[in-house]
């Protein structure tokens, strides 16, 4: 596991958990005790964080950066399976069933993460039962983003999962427009690299380009590099919807 990390821009953990999905509803008195299992984690680009198989000594949340959860076929093929980042949380499930991490785990820029110590966060969550009901919640949302992904890998052709992961893209920029389109002409920077990307959306990535192409030929979208302004937000839901 990489060295932990004392100095962050965040000051103290308690204060950086604040801005963890997970844990921003929580109670002064309970974030403290959960504070007390965690620890910052200051990783470069391309760290590896753990192998899938490996002891799952804790779980991670995401306060900077980027990291890639993947998983290698049997014939040595990369499947990327989620791209978590600021504000999410990951490799929770493995620590608290006390396996072993089913996937494995890779920093894809340079990142800033909170490490939650499994045996510690064990000890706090036996003292307040608040925090087992916000891991309740966090395994429950989980489980509605893999039935969700399912959902779109086996119904919808790669268009209509591109379209709807630009739309996702935008929506995480969003401030005071939550739960609206975003605005036509938004800009938007592929998070992940077009490999990993075509695996997280179950494509090849000659099938990607296409899909692209396709988007950006019905002026959709316009693409300059990893950076991709969406035209028009509207027809983008159409083919995410799979009505056009």
Do not use: C, W
């Not at 964080?49 to 980027?66: C, D, P, T």
């Not at 959902?151 to 209509?160: G, H, I, N, S």
Request: aromatic share 6%.
């Amino acid at each position: 596991m990489p060295e932990n990390d004392t100095n962050s821009s965040f000051g103290s953990v308690e204060s950086a958990m604040a801005a963890v999905d997970l844990f921003s509803e929580l109670e002064p008195e309970a974030r403290s005790r959960m504070a007390a299992a965690a620890s910052f984690v200051r990783v470069p680009a391309r760290t590896q964080l753990f192998e899938a198989g490996s002891e799952a000594l804790g779980f991670y949340a995401v306060l900077e950066g980027r990291v890639r959860l993947y998983q290698m076929s049997p014939t040595g093929k990369e499947h990327t399976i989620h791209a978590p980042g600021p504000g999410d949380v990951f490799a929770e499930a493995a620590v608290f069933k006390g396996r072993n991490y089913p996937a494995s785990a890779q920093a894809l820029e340079d990142s800033l993460l909170l490490f939650f110590d499994r045996h510690k966060l064990r000890r706090a969550i036996a003292a307040d039962p608040d925090l087992a009901f916000a891991m309740l919640g966090l395994l429950a949302q989980r489980m509605r983003l893999l039935v969700n992904k399912l959902e779109a890998v086996t119904l919808k052709e790669v268009p209509a999962r591109l379209a709807g992961h630009l739309l996702l893209l935008a929506a995480s920029q969003q401030t005071e427009q939550d739960g609206e389109l975003p605005e036509p002409a938004t800009t938007v920077t592929l998070n992940l690299a077009k490999g990993h990307l075509a695996t997280l959306l179950g494509a090849t990535p000659e099938t990607l380009s296409r899909a692209l192409k396709s988007l950006a030929s019905q002026e959709l979208i316009e693409i300059k590099g990893r950076r991709i302004t969406l035209l028009d937000p509207e027809g983008l839901e159409e083919v995410a919807e799979g009505l056009v």
